[in-house]
């Protein structure tokens, strides 16, 4: 008996792989035909395409190290198999792999949460981080805090800051001293007032992906056997199949609303969240190695790919969950999910 399960769980395991691998093979064709970057500085700054969806999907799908193994390989052979942006960087491979292995992990502990916990986790994240960057914002111009501060000040060492308000004291106590005050300030600045006002935008950019989505789903009480636990007699009609007099609109929010729950917020939450941390880390490691980015602040490189990336990851959202509810149709495929 014992012998059975595991042959059965190395089966399961044989299958899981080959699926990854088809969605990586389809993130290779499209990364190689449809894929581009937006150049930054005077080089490739960052790729722009909807083939990364295709390597989340095995770590949404079949759990972490299969998102370890279809990002980190996808990274490698699309270098491979078209080398664009210079050389390759192992640290960047190192990265997708890891946050693949996040992107899975995390969708394992937000999957199934109830969408009104996750939305009001997400609100008050939001309103936290707008305020702070509000605040911040207010008490540097206060104290006349901008990118041109040390200017016209011969040295930024004797700066008074005991008369500042706490942000304004925070801000200039860690550059005053630097070897770069000037640049080391608009780092400061952009770390206390536009990343938390960018968090903020963030939270609001997720709720209004998830209240788009949520809203389509719901159009139609009929074509969403799932949402909020469906009964059985709608959850036979989601199997029985899509009526064909419906429109094509209601067909694919139907799709949509297949039986994993539609859950949007957690899987908005997933994808562009740890998109984001992966972007950034990314950032760091090509601020660090290529050697027309480093006089610049380290601001000026993440925020352009930020934004990409951001709107990259609103697209794979769309994707993700369409894609999604087409596999939990297909038996094979629900099978390998379960």
């Known amino acids: 008996m014992h012998l059975q399960s595991k042959l059965k769980a190395q089966e399961l395991h044989l299958r899981r792989m080959v699926a990854t691998a088809v969605f990586l093979a389809i993130s290779l064709v499209l990364r190689m035909t449809v894929a581009g970057y937006i150049p930054l500085f005077g080089a490739n700054g960052t790729r722009v395409g909807i083939h990364g969806v295709f ?26 198999l078209r080398p664009m ?21 995390v969708w394992r502990m937000l999957r199934g949460r109830s969408s009104v916990g996750t939305r009001a986790v997400v609100i008050g994240f939001t309103l936290a ?14 104290n006349g805090i901008t990118h041109g501060f040390y200017d016209d000040i011969a040295t930024p ?10 942000i304004s004291r925070l801000v200039i106590s860690r550059t005053q001293n630097t070897s770069n005050p000037s640049r ?44 909020h636990g469906g009964s059985k007699e709608t959850k036979k009609q989601a199997d029985d199949g899509i009526p064909e007099k419906i429109t094509v609109s209601t067909r694919f929010v139907s799709i949509l609303a297949a039986p994993w729950n539609g859950s949007i917020m957690p899987l908005a939450l997933t994808i562009i969240a740890v998109s984001l941390l992966i972007n950034t880390a990314n950032s760091v490691v090509l601020w660090r190695t290529i050697t027309a980015w480093q006089g610049f602040p380290f601001v000026y490189i993440w925020l352009p790919r930020a934004v990409v990336a951001l709107l990259n990851s609103v697209v794979n959202v769309f994707i993700a969950a369409l894609l999604m509810g087409v596999c939990y149709r297909q038996p094979h495929m629900k099978a390998l999910i379960e």
């Open 55 to 80: 390597t989340i999907m095995p770590a949404i799908l079949f759990g972490p190290w299969y998102g370890a193994i279809a990002s980190g390989l996808g990274d490698f052979l699309g270098f491979v």
């Open 85 to 105: 942006g210079g050389q390759w960087l192992w640290q960047m491979t190192i990265v997708m792999t890891i946050g693949g292995f996040v992107r899975g992990w």
């Open 129 to 142: 981080f707008i305020a702070f960057g509000t605040i911040s914002m207010i008490q540097l111009r206060q």
């Open 157 to 166: 060492s004797e700066v008074d800051i005991s008369g500042m308000n706490p």
């Open 184 to 227: 080391f300030l608009s780092e400061r600045i952009a770390e206390v007032a536009y990343a938390p006002l960018g968090a903020g935008a963030l939270g609001m950019l997720l709720l209004g992906v998830d209240l788009f989505l949520s809203k389509r789903m719901e159009k139609d009480e009929r074509y969403r056997p799932f949402l």
